[in-house]
């Protein structure tokens, strides 16, 4: 019976938490308080396995490169379905109506589209250097390039997208 009233409470909590705030107009996605700080953890994650496949590229450990960007490619994966379904589009929403932002929001969608299309073709003409270490040479010059177009990118979507992503009441 303890446990019973607990659960109850619990989600009676976590009903009241998801009804304060206000759906984006059109659309059933709401605020998310920990949206941001969960985004941002991805980017973490994003930024250690890319140093850790540095790491093991550096010492030629090729197996494990391929392990590392395979491990890469789900995170990716999984960031950008959050971001696309849970930020772009309430912020889309939210700023239907100011052109300025609705247009900063849309061009940064589709930068993010363009980067995530180079990143996962070059996680797809990588993804055998485990097997096939003449990949190596090209290696480093692509995977500085994906590391220096991500660093920039995740840098750019914390100070200025993430700003805008605020609860509408």
């Given at each position: ?167 509408q009441y």
């Open positions: 019976m303890f446990f019973r009233k607990e659960k109850q409470a619990e989600e009676t909590q976590s009903q009241d938490k998801e009804q304060e705030y206000s759906a984006a107009p059109g659309t059933d996605i709401r605020f998310d308080p920990s949206l941001i700080a969960g985004l941002k953890g991805d980017h973490q994650t994003l930024l250690s396995l890319y140093r850790e496949t540095k790491s093991a590229f550096d010492a030629k450990r090729y197996k494990a490169v391929s392990e590392k960007l395979d491990k890469f490619r789900s995170a990716l994966q999984a960031h950008l379905l959050t971001e696309n379904i849970r930020l772009y589009i309430y912020l889309s929403h939210m700023f239907k109506t100011d052109e300025t932002n609705f247009e900063l929001i849309r061009g940064f969608r589709r930068e993010m589209d363009d980067i995530a299309k180079t990143a996962l073709n070059f996680l797809r003409k990588y993804e055998a250097i485990g097997v096939d270490p003449e990949l190596a040479p090209s290696f480093e010059k692509d995977f500085d390039i994906i590391g220096q177009v991500l660093g920039t990118r995740i840098q750019k979507e914390e100070s200025v997208l993430y700003p805008l992503y605020v609860a």
